[in-house]
């Protein structure tokens, strides 16, 4: 048995964990927080983005994701890959999720609320102290 890091995160034991395959934006303003976001019947905050569909790249699947959900139109090509990376999933509980995660610019853009989203903010590492947030972004884009 493994023991759970700063941030509850229990890496897989010899890959008995289901894996939920998502590509995530990391998205932040002027003053360096990440947007996150809720969806609606959930209560953890996390990154935009989502699954993607048969035969889109990760890419693809973000840029998708990014205007169904937040109203930002950013093209698959303007997103800069920051890794891939695992953690528990939020949602589904003894599950992981493997992100394929990029840097998004909005330039003028502003995020809306949209198809299946019920909250979106902007956070810094000390509203990791008070919010329900994805385990993902939690342990690497929230770090201080």
């Known amino acids: 048995m493994t023991t759970p890091d700063a941030a509850g995160y229990r890496p897989p034991d010899a890959a008995t964990r ?13 003053h360096g927080r990440l947007l996150l976001v809720r ?8 990154q935009p983005g989502g699954k993607p569909e048969p035969g889109e790249s990760a890419a693809e699947t ?4 990014l205007e169904e959900e937040l109203g930002l139109r950013i093209a698959p090509a303007s997103l800069r ?5 695992r953690a528990a999933a939020a949602n589904e509980a ?14 003028s853009q502003e995020p809306r609320i949209a198809a299946e ?6 956070a810094s590492a000390e509203d990791a102290e008070v919010l329900d947030i994805a385990p993902l972004a939690r342990r690497f884009f929230l770090t201080v």
Do not use: C, N, Q, Y
Not at 20 to 30: G, K, L, T, Y
Not at 62 to 65: A, K, Q
């Open 117 to 122: 989203i019920a909250e979106l903010r902007w």
């Open 39 to 46: 969806k609606a019947g959930t209560t953890a905050f996390m």
């Open 62 to 65: 973000l840029s998708r994701e």
């Open 18 to 30: 289901p894996v939920i395959e998502v590509s995530a934006a990391v998205i932040r303003d002027r």
């Open 94 to 107: 003894g599950h992981d999720v493997v992100a394929a995660v990029f840097d998004a610019e909005l330039g």
């Open 81 to 85: 890959s920051v890794g891939t990376f």
